[in-house]
T-cell receptor
Framework: GIQVEQSPPDLILQEGANSTLRCNFS?????LQWFHQNPWGQLINLFYIPSGTKQNGRLSATTVATERYSLLYISSSQTTDSGVYFCAVVLPNTGGFKTIFGAGTRLFVKA | DTGVSQNPRHKITKRGQNVTFRCDPISEHNRLYWYRQTLGQGPEFLTYFQNEAQLEKSRLLSDRFSAERPKGSFSTLEIQRTEQGDSAMYLC????????????FGEGSRLTVL
């Protein structure tokens, strides 16, 4: 089956620093989402990004579907950015319902 | 609040007891999903409903697990004869009926089996 790999697995930043999180996937996908899991466990939608680049405040994401990767950029990090960031891909030929998650990048932002 | 709602948020039970979780999806969404997440892992797909029909079940869903969506609105996930290995976060998500499947998650139900 498809493999979704996220890197780095763990990241510690000083508040104010920038970072790039990467998601590689091994096969074609219909779509890709980035989520932030907060300390209480809820998955918060960040981006729904099959291709191209999107920006939302200090966060932006780029997906290059032909090269099977996506990047999540966090600029001027804040302590509230801490948590786990997941990449999730929608498999084709499944009617749009089969979503596979990577193992996540655990981010800790120090004050 | 029109987001996905799950309850209870936390459940502590003794091994061998039955537990049931409820999920209320976003009202206009006809697709509903259950995922399980253990410590340090990403969510793993359990099952999927389109309206009231359960169209896919993962092999992770043993015969002690049953999910229903009787009227195509809310869903329940029941675990019978719980085992310590069932301890996890159970996540519900919903999406609209498109081929691109953007998921919206609830806050999750955390199960601890003693």
């Amino acid at each position: 089956g498809i493999q979704v790999e996220q890197s780095p697995p763990d990241l510690i930043l000083q508040e104010g620093a920038n970072s790039t999180l990467r998601c590689n996937f091994s096969d074609s996908v219909n779509n890709l989402q980035w989520f932030h899991q907060n300390p209480w466990g809820q998955l918060i939608n960040l981006f729904y990004i099959p291709s191209g680049t999107k920006q939302n405040g200090r966060l932006s994401a780029t997906t290059v579907a032909t090269e099977r990767y996506s990047l999540l950029y966090i600029s001027s990090s804040q302590t509230t950015d801490s948590g786990v960031y997941f990449c999730a891909v929608v498999l084709p030929n499944t009617g749009g319902f089969k979503t596979i998650f990577g193992a996540g990048t655990r981010l800790f932002v120090k004050a | 609040d029109t987001g996905v709602s799950q309850n209870p948020r936390h459940k502590i039970t003794k091994r061998g007891q039955n537990v049931t979780f409820r999920c209320d999806p976003i009202s206009e969404h006809n697709r509903l999903y259950w995922y399980r997440q253990t410590l340090g892992q990403g969510p793993e797909f359990l099952t999927y409903f389109q309206n009231e029909a359960q169209l896919e079940k993962s092999r992770l869903l043993s015969d002690r697990f049953s999910a229903e969506r009787p009227k195509g609105s809310f869903s329940t996930l029941e675990i019978q004869r719980t085992e310590q290995g069932d301890s996890a976060m159970y996540l519900c998500a919903s999406s609209s009926n498109t081929n691109t499947g953007e998921l919206f998650f609830g806050e999750g139900s955390r199960l601890t089996v003693l």
